[in-house]
């Protein structure tokens, strides 16, 4: 994750300007600034849940395919201060030319039932609420007209048009999500004890009927049971551990 801080904090199109200028002086001076400012975008408080977002983050793009279009780390006037809005958002287009807009929503708590109410409860708005300038996403939907990023200017002048209120494009866009919760997993060894890799991966199934439970019956309650999800679940040793080792890793903390 440390490695991956500038994919996830910089804009495709700033990343791909000091790449250029690196190759044309044989330098990596262009790159190291941007490395240097994606770490000081990212918080020191010790409940942050940056480190949520950027696992998010990394799995959306790497194992969905679904690139991020608005990078919000790019968009805090203070490191200390969280962006309002999604954790992210990410997009994939169909066959029929529908744009998928994936909001994102990421939660690390101890308690896996709390992580998963939070975690769609924070969801749904963006999802659910009816076209409305006090919608929810309303924010987001401004700043990616404005800002969306692909790092390609035709492709990103292409996005851009199903965020302008006057094309046609703009009522081809569909909703959907991507969320993920991490959470304390009793399976985990605790201090020295020892424990088969292979017994963890069963434990894991087993605990994941309760999970996916759990989440149908919150997916309900939220009104969300009908819309696109792709659903992340963490089990983590400890999901402060998780926070502390994150926070360690960018070197925020000791």
């Known amino acids: 994750m440390r490695n ?20 044309k002086f044989n330098s990596t001076e262009a790159v190291a600034e941007l490395i240097e400012r994606a770490k000081r975008s990212f918080t020191d408080l010790a409940k942050s849940g940056e480190g949520g977002e950027m696992l998010l983050f990394l799995l959306a793009e790497r194992f969905l395919k679904l690139p991020q279009v608005l990078c919000k780390m790019d968009l805090k006037t203070d490191a200390r201060m969280h962006y309002h809005g999604a954790d992210g958002v ?18 690390i708590y ?8 939070d975690c769609l ?37 292409a996005l851009k048009k199903y965020f302008d209120k006057s094309s046609v494009m ?20 605790k201090g020295d004890a020892k ?9 894991s199934r087993t605990e994941l009927a309760a999970w996916t439970k ?3 019956a919150r997916l309900k309650t939220e ?21 502390a080792a994150f926070l360690k890793a960018m070197g925020i903390k000791e």
């Open 4 to 23: 991956a801080t500038v994919d996830y904090a910089i804009p495709r199109s700033k990343l791909a300007d000091a790449k250029a200028r690196d190759n």
């Open 170 to 189: 703009s009522k081809r866009v569909q909703y959907c999500g991507v969320a993920l919760v991490g959470f304390d997993a009793p399976f985990y060894s």
């Open 223 to 243: 009104k969300l049971d009908k819309m696109e999800i792709e659903f992340f679940c963490i089990p983590l040793p400890s999901a402060e551990g998780f926070r």
């Open 110 to 117: 101890g308690d896996a039932s709390a992580a998963i109410r």
């Open 121 to 157: 409860s924070s969801l749904a708005p963006f999802l659910t609420e009816p076209e409305d300038e006090e919608a929810a996403r309303e924010r987001d939907l401004l700043l990616l007209s404005d800002k969306a990023d692909l790092s390609n200017p035709t492709l990103t002048a």
């Open 90 to 107: 990410y997009a994939g287009v169909t066959p029929e030319g529908i744009l998928k807009l994936y909001w994102g929503e990421s939660k």
């Open 214 to 216: 759990n989440i149908g």
């Open 195 to 203: 424990v088969v890799a292979d017994e963890i991966a069963i434990a």
